[in-house]
């Protein structure tokens, strides 16, 4: 896929929660010709479903509300007039009722993990998970809606991805029609301006991060009982998606 000269480049990367979204979008904030979006509808998800999120009030009060607001302002000037928008999206703010076809002037990315290792990590801040909290079954319908219009979006399985950045973002650059740059292996620790008002919250270890770190090296994954049910209803999305990744 190539990019016009004349217009920029909007990236869409959606990924379920307990990914390695965040790190991703330091590399590609570390470009120097991209600017980046943290998680731009979870304002409007959080006000729309009435969920409790830490930090909900924070969040709502920073944000936008109003999805279509958030959609207007996602496909409008680009900030810093940079070359590149890189968009950190989380599938499961897409709810029922929202109108999707704005996706389509993006170029989309989904950003898998396996299903058993998300439920792990998801309980350990939140006590119950439903499979669209985690994003997979959005992310099939995303994937399906994007292919059905003649543009299926390249897939990353973040263990994949992690077992080779490089070769990986080399990929992707090409896809999209732009130079790598080795600046995107490699960052400044510390916060940005550009991350979400949660980020104290939740972005610790990304803040003490200066790159991508290998996968980690573990037995079999015991997922508890109470989220047994949403790996047997996601598996299947995972194993479907995960059969057309992108392999670097």
Known sequence: MSTPSDKPLRIGMWSGPRNISTAMMRAWENRGDCAVSDEPLYAAYLAATGIDHPMRDEV????????RGVVSYLLGPVPGDRSIWYQK??????????????????????LIRDPREVVVSYLKARTTVTPE????PQQVELFDM?????TPPP?????????????HLRALCTRFGIAFTERMLHWPPG?????????SHWYAHVWQSTGFEPPPVSNAVQVPVAGTHVVDACIPHYRR????RLIA
């Open 60 to 67: 709502i009060a920073a944000g936008d509300t109003d999805w």
């Open 89 to 110: 999206h989380m599938t499961h703010h897409l709810l029922p009722g929202m109108d999707r076809a704005w996706i389509a002037q993006l170029a989309n990315v989904l």
């Open 133 to 136: 909290d985690i994003g997979l």
């Open 146 to 150: 994007l292919s059905d219009a003649g």
């Open 155 to 167: 897939i990353i399985d973040a263990g994949d991805f992690l077992r080779a950045p490089e070769t």
């Open 191 to 199: 916060p940005r301006d550009s991350d979400g008002v949660w980020a």
């Open 241 to 244: 998606l995960h059969a057309q």
